[in-house]
């Protein structure tokens, strides 16, 4: 397969002060029409399929990181990652959208052939750089994505099941919904994280992840025991199922989790409480609310 090589990027050399500076910048146009060109190529060739999808994937790898973005020391309080987290996320760029829309849109039949290819072949986007990038409902099953830098990225009701997310960072980072069954978390770092409404299971593999100042809500943990040990670097409520069956107030509840559950706001400025001084907090009695 020849694929004849395209112009990547355009010049652009505007007027200031009678002088000309060049400068270049991403022809978006092209690349966009060279990814579409290579998703039909891939649709109708199951024999350069994983090769186009190597290609997608490197192209995501080295175009979507290199901007500049001040962020919290790596080893930052939970609170400060919790408030950096919290600030705007910024889109992927238009060319990046369509790469990853191409290599989320492979039909079940291109994805067969991936599971039966020697080895199997998993999409490669390790040590991608995603910090603070809106990653919303991307469906990124089973990618590899170790060592991935995902800090304050909004990857709510994103798809990662199966994915690879060993030694990923994703400090600040919203996984509300997120889809996160028989993920690999070994050795990532979610400090400050917002797990809510996040799903995780029996598969799940969290052996040194590093949850705290992380936060479940809406969370059914009861087919996910591997959790036990990180409940106390968690914060939760009620609206929480706990693997030991446990029931606000009984023996094994998390001796920082409010008995009853909170509504939104509630839950975000307790949260942020229990954040700044977890030895010291003491969580809201539920006739005593305000």
Known sequence: MEIQSLPLVRTARPLVERETLESTEPNLEVRIGAILSLERIAQDSARDHIQIMKILCAYVRENIGGRQIAMPAEDASPEKWREWGGSASTPLRLDLDMALKVIEDRDPTRKAHEAIATPPYVLGLERLEATKLDL????????????????????????????????????????????????????????????????????????????????????????????????????????????????????????????????????????QKWQADPEAYTPPIENLRP
């Open 136 to 271: 919303f409902g991307r469906n990124l099953e089973k990618a590899n994505l170790s060592g991935a830098r995902m800090q304050g990225a909004h990857l709510v009701d994103a798809t990662l099941l199966g994915a690879k997310l060993g030694g990923a960072q994703l400090q600040g980072a919203d996984l509300g919904g997120a889809q996160l069954q028989g993920a690999n978390l070994e050795d990532a770092k979610l400090q400050a994280a917002d797990l809510w409404g996040a799903q995780l299971d029996i598969k799940t593999s969290l052996a040194r992840a590093d949850f705290r100042g992380a936060a479940v809500k809406n969370v059914d943990l009861s087919n996910v025991p591997q959790i036990t040990g990180h409940l106390t670097s968690l914060f939760g409520d009620a609206s929480v199922s706990l693997p030991s069956g446990a029931r606000p107030g009984q023996e094994g509840w998390p001796e920082k989790w409010p008995t009853f559950e909170l509504d939104p706001g509630e839950f975000r400025n307790e949260w």
